[in-house]
């Protein structure tokens, strides 16, 4: 088994996504089991597609995690037509599209009972030279774990893994050479516990109470205040 590159930050990534001789390529980002836990994923390709085409590449980011789509939230867009409509039923790139920050996005689409049925049709295939023949980098999010990943994999000239596990994600043994970067955020925001919710909510709420506390404690003493200055003021007067 190939050893993996170092573990790099998110925002260093430098995967060879300019179009060569042969025309576009297919670059999978295959997500590990910690990553799929963490949350971080989905926002974590979407930052990769926005970044790559700020710097001049035609991008296409296409949710192949059919099982658990899951491109489409953070990009506040319907997962509707897809991947799967295009690979089993002929849709054009162009009408399972969404722009989004200077890239297209293409979610998972309608839920297929066999998802390994479309990595074997024959217009998946074309749809990926389709693809590469316009020069466009298509990145192709995919899930460790998932039936059909494996074979999402082969159409991948390349990958990226998102996640810091110590054992590389199943579905790219074999494949190691072919990886071009393993990757995360610089920090990962631990998932909280329910403890952990009660406590915060709970320190939030004495802060509150602190400060409604002293709140009052100032309006009582203003109120002092005024009242003995007025009898100062009255007395002397008088």
């Given amino acids: 088994m190939a050893e993996l590159p170092t573990l790099q930050p998110l925002d260093e990534v430098d995967a060879p ?3 060569g001789a042969g ?16 949350g971080w994923a989905p926002q974590a390709a979407h930052q990769l597609a ?27 867009v319907p997962n509707r037509e897809g991947v ?12 399972v599209s969404h722009a989004v920050d200077g890239y ?16 074997r049709d024959a217009r998946w295939h074309r749809f990926t030279e389709g693809m590469a023949e316009a020069g466009v980098t298509l990145m192709l999010y995919l899930l460790d774990g998932e039936p059909c990943t494996p074979g999402f994999l082969g159409s991948a000239s390349d990958i990226v893994v998102l996640g810091s596990d110590e054992a590389a994600p199943v579905a790219i043994r074999d494949l190691e050479p072919l990886v071009r970067a393993v990757t ?10 329910g403890s952990e919710r009660v406590e915060a909510v709970a320190s939030t709420g004495g802060e509150k109470a602190k400060g409604r506390g002293r709140m009052v404690a100032l309006i009582v003493l203003a109120v002092v205040v005024v009242a003995a200055l007025g009898w100062f003021l009255s007395t002397g007067m008088g």
Avoid at 23 to 38: F, T
Avoid at 51 to 68: C, K, N, P, Y
Avoid at 84 to 95: E, F, N, Q, T
């Fill in 50 to 76: 926005a970044r790559w085409a700020s710097e001049g590449h035609r991008i296409v980011l296409a949710d192949a995690g059919l099982d658990h789509p899951s491109l489409h939230g953070p990009a506040g």
């Fill in 84 to 95: 799967v409509d295009a690979a089993l039923y002929g849709a054009s790139a162009s009408r």
């Fill in 23 to 38: 025309g576009g390529r297919v670059i999978a980002l295959v997500v590990s089991e910690g990553a799929r836990r963490e």
């Fill in 184 to 193: 995360q955020p610089v920090q990962v925001a631990p998932v909280a516990t």
């Fill in 17 to 19: 996504v300019a179009v």
């Fill in 104 to 119: 297209l996005l293409i979610t998972a689409g309608a839920p297929v009972a066999n998802t390994m049925s479309i990595v």
